[in-house]
């Protein structure tokens, strides 16, 4: 029989998850800047690669050599990223963007068959116009991984007001992150005849001990020249803060 959640469940389940998300961006802000940056300027090198691939070259040319060719074929065989059908893609996408943005007809742009680099970024700069739509796929690329993240955390029992995310083991941009609930137990250490309070470093480690679930997240990021950046989470839980 299925359990029935009821709406204010549903409430607690949902601010619990943006507390999630709002914690996670804010020790992953440095690296989505990154990735970003990253990811639009591999896209803007696709596209200058191209058209450079292309300048001086006639359409009938392009049509022989290029039109209908896979990508890994036109890589390997001529040592280009993309295909021309691809850059006209974009480029028609630009187009359109830059008619809504401009509410005008850019003859100009509009008659651009082959994109050489020399026409692609005159008057309205057509490369300008598509770094915000690699921008907006690189966010939208972010957000979903994130996304995926967090509904895997929230398999496991969270307190909305003891949860901790700890960034840990930062090499670059492989690291890994901790979540888990930070106890909050005596801060006196009671063991001998007199109590002793705790410095900051020995009650820290107090709470580490008094967890007994840690989910941990380690991050892998690959940019390269062939393929488009990209990243994955692998995760795992465990019952101590450092890894053995």
């Known amino acids: 029989m299925t359990q029935v959640v009821s709406k204010a469940q549903e409430k607690r389940n949902k601010d619990k998850k943006n507390l999630l998300k709002t914690r996670l961006n804010s020790k992953l802000i440095h690296f989505k800047n990154q990735y970003i940056l990253d990811y639009v300027s591999y896209k803007v090198h696709?596209?200058?690669?191209?058209?450079?691939?292309?300048?001086?070259?006639?359409?009938?040319?392009?049509?022989?050599?290029?039109?209908?060719?896979?990508?890994?074929?036109?890589?390997?065989?001529?040592?280009?990223?993309?295909?021309?059908?691809?850059?006209?893609?974009?480029?028609?996408?630009?187009?359109?963007?830059?008619r809504g943005v401009y509410n005008v007809e850019c003859k100009t742009i509009c008659a651009i068959q082959l994109m050489p680099r020399k026409?692609?970024?005159?008057?309205?700069?057509?490369?300008e116009i598509l770094k915000a739509d690699f921008y907006k796929e690189a966010i939208e690329g972010f957000e979903y991984k994130l996304?995926?993240?967090?509904?895997?955390?929230?398999?496991?029992?969270?307190?909305?007001?003891?949860?901790?995310?700890?960034?840990?083991?930062?090499?670059?941009?492989?690291?890994?992150?901790?979540?888990?609930?930070?106890?909050?137990?005596?801060?006196?250490?009671?063991?001998?005849?007199?109590?002793?309070?705790l410095t900051d470093e020995q009650y820290e480690e107090k709470q580490r001990s008094a967890t007994d679930l840690y989910f941990h997240a380690r991050m892998i990021y690959a940019n390269g020249l062939i393929n488009a950046p990209h990243f994955r989470f692998i995760t795992t839980t465990r019952q101590t803060y450092l890894s053995k």
């Not at 390997?76 to 830059?98: H, P, Q």
């Not at 996304?147 to 090499?171: F, G, P, R």
């Open 46 to 98: 696709q596209i200058r690669s191209v058209a450079e691939t292309f300048d001086g070259m006639s359409e009938d040319e392009i049509n022989s050599k290029f039109i209908g060719m896979t990508k890994t074929t036109a890589m390997v065989t001529d040592g280009i990223v993309s295909t021309y059908e691809y850059i006209l893609m974009k480029t028609e996408r630009a187009m359109a963007l830059e």
């Open 119 to 127: 026409r692609a970024i005159q008057n309205m700069k057509i490369i």
């Open 147 to 197: 996304e995926k993240l967090v509904n895997k955390m929230m398999k496991y029992e969270w307190d909305s007001n003891t949860i901790q995310v700890d960034h840990v083991k930062n090499a670059g941009h492989n690291f890994e992150i901790l979540v888990y609930n930070k106890p909050f137990p005596p801060r006196w250490d009671e063991s001998g005849d007199t109590p002793i309070r």
